[in-house]
C-alpha cells in the first residue's frame, strides 16, 4: 500500500538522531509496503528550517502533503518544541505528527496529544504495531482533504 495519491505524494519526514533508529524505522515503513519518499533530519533545527522555510513562515510547505514522524529526544531541542511550532503554524499544522520515542511518561504522552501528534509510539516499537499505525495513517491521508490555497 502506498500513501500517495494521485496528483499530490505524500512526503514521509523523518525527524530523529539515532541512525540505528532511523534505519530501523525506514525498514518498517517500507515492510508495510510505503513507498513514499522519506526526508530524514537528525535535529530540530534543521527540520525545521526545512519545514518552516528560511524566513520561518511556514510558506515553504504550503503545497506539500506531509507526514511527520517525530523522536522527542534530539540533540538540539525537544521533540515538544518541534511539535509545538508545526502545529502553531498555518501551513504545517494539518500535517500528521507520529512521535516514536522511548519515554512512555502519562504526562508527556499527554502533552504530545494536547499539542496535536495523531499517534505516540514509545521504542523500541512493537513493529507490526508501528506497521498498523503507518497503514491507519495511509487511509487518514488518502480521504484527508488538503485545502487548496489560491
Not at 76 to 97: F, Q
Request: contains cysteine; glycine residues 6%; charged residues 25%.
Amino acid at each position: 500500500m502506498s500513501l500517495e495519491r494521485p496528483v499530490h505524494p505524500v512526503s514521509i519526514v523523518m525527524i530523529e538522531d539515532d541512525e540505528g533508529h532511523a534505519r530501523l524505522i525506514e525498514r518498517n515503513i517500507r515492510r508495510a509496503g510505503v513507498n513514499n519518499e522519506i526526508v530524514p533530519f537528525q535535529d530540530g533545527n534543521s527540520a525545521l528550517a526545512y519545514l518552516l522555510g528560511p524566513d520561518g513562515s511556514g510558506e515553504a510547505s504550503a503545497r506539500r502533503h506531509l507526514l511527520i514522524l517525530l523522536d522527542l529526544n534530539l540533540p538540539d531541542m525537544t521533540g515538544l518544541d518541534v511539535l509545538e511550532a508545526i502545529k502553531a503554524n498555518p501551513h504545517t499544522r494539518r500535517s500528521p505528527v507520529v512521535v516514536l520515542t522511548t519515554t512512555d511518561d502519562s504526562r508527556e504522552i499527554q502533552r504530545c496529544y494536547d499539542l496535536g501528534a495523531n499517534v505516540y509510539i514509545t521504542k523500541p516499537v512493537n513493529y507490526e504495531g508501528f506497521a498498523t499505525a503507518i497503514r491507519q495513517l495511509g487511509l487518514f491521508l488518502s480521504v484527508m482533504k488538503v485545502p487548496q490555497n489560491p
